[in-house]
């Protein structure tokens, strides 16, 4: 199965080829173009961010099948195309529509299938990429149940997976999503949107002992997050320091005691989840993945934990939105016997929510 992917549901533009034969990644080309525009409103603008994909795209996918064809001529993608997949939500609604309708007019002009993608899904799938860009996805057997923490921008979720398309909600965030306290965070700091990157490389400098943070339902047996409350603190912490403002090793200590309150609440609310649920394998997704310390805390305490459970995440490159992780969960979205989505119908689901 051939797949071209198309993910705009936020402030990146990207398409991605995909061919997938026996299990096997044969080929895979990704291009990612992040709008650079917003880091001057200090956050994503949604109207900003359509216009931005409408000029981004085609340009984009004239060089994905440069790239695939090895020819200057966009209409030799085609032939080498089986199905189309496109983030149909959730996300800002002008931005997916822009993605959602190149799909479908590629769809209709090309007579391909055409897949709608859940991008928490998406994101999800990003796990089972070779890190290489080639070679084995991982076999569903001794995989599931999976536990999946979820942490992106606008998303912190616990779901338990049965299988490829089967998810259950167990918890959510009641308010900010990690990547927002990160990028809340940053922003109260002056480093800048987005902030999570920033915070990470300030954070290697600082040390994650010297501010003691809120960790928010930390104690709590539920499944559910809250971060408000530490971006709150955070901003009176401030507010009472500001004559430490320009000195860099404050800043890289609060950088660091902010991240390590946000791992130590993530990673043990996914242990005590995986624990309850008894599941075979924890897995990790979503922009804030791509953060070394949460990938290295969780990793080590799944290893360390009595239940022999396997840990899976996104190589870094498919951490934060990618076109390519779009194209593998249209992959396992369609069965072989189906005619996928309409293209003429398919409307953009800004609100799509998995496993409740
Ligand atoms: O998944 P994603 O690319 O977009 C959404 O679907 O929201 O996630 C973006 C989020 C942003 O909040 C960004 O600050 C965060 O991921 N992020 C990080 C890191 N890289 C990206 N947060 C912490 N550490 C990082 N290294
Ligand atoms: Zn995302």
């Not at 569903?140 to 923490?149: E, N, S």
């Not at 921008?153 to 999503?177: I, N, P």
């Not at 500001?242 to 000195?247: G, R, S, T």
């Not at 360390?304 to 490159?317: F, H, I």
Request: one cysteine or more; charged letters at 25%; glycine letters at 10%.
């Amino acid at each position: 199965m051939r797949i071209l992917g198309i993910e705009t549901s936020c402030d990146e533009s990207s398409v991605a080829y995909l061919d997938i034969r026996s299990g096997q990644v044969r080929r895979s080309v990704h291009l990612v173009s992040t709008q650079e525009i917003h880091r001057k409103y200090g956050g994503v603008v949604p109207e900003v961010a359509a216009r931005e994909h409408a000029v981004t795209l085609p340009p984009l996918l004239f060089e994905l099948a440069e790239r695939v064809t090895g020819e200057a001529d966009g209409r030799q993608l085609g032939r080498l195309v089986d199905l189309i997949a496109a983030t149909r939500g959730p996300g800002l609604v002008t931005s997916l529509r822009v993605g959602l309708d190149t799909a479908r007019t590629l769809a209709a002009a090309w007579g391909k299938r055409i897949v709608g993608v859940n991008h928490i899904e998406a994101h999800v799938c990003s796990g089972f990429l070779p890190a290489s860009g080639e070679g084995p996805l991982p076999r569903g057997r001794g995989l599931f149940p999976a536990l999946v923490l979820v942490v992106s921008g606008g998303h912190t979720e616990l779901l338990l997976m049965s299988g490829h398309r089967r998810f259950r909600l167990l918890g959510a965030t009641k308010d900010d999503a990690a990547g927002e306290a990160f990028d809340k965070t940053a922003k109260l700091m002056g480093l800048g949107y987005p902030g999570g990157p920033a915070i990470s490389a300030l954070a290697r400098k600082g040390n994650p002992r010297t501010f003691e943070f809120p960790r928010p339902l930390i104690h709590r047996s539920d499944h559910d997050f809250s971060f408000s409350g530490l971006k709150t603190a955070v901003r009176y912490f401030l507010r009472d320091r500001q004559e430490n403002l320009d000195d860099e090793r404050f800043l890289a200590d609060v950088a660091a005691s902010v991240e390590q309150a946000i791992v130590d609440v993530l990673v043990t609310k996914t242990l005590r989840a995986a624990r309850a649920e008894r599941v075979r394998t924890v897995m990790l997704a979503g922009g804030v993945a791509a953060n070394r310390k949460l990938r290295q805390e969780l990793k080590e305490q799944v290893a360390a934990g009595p239940l022999k459970m396997r840990y899976v995440e996104p190589p870094l490159d498919y951490c934060t939105d990618n076109a390519m992780m779009v194209a593998l969960a249209a992959y396992y979205r369609l069965r072989p016997w189906s005619r996928g989505d309409s293209w003429v119908g398919m409307e953009a689901d800004p609100s799509w929510e998995l496993g409740r």
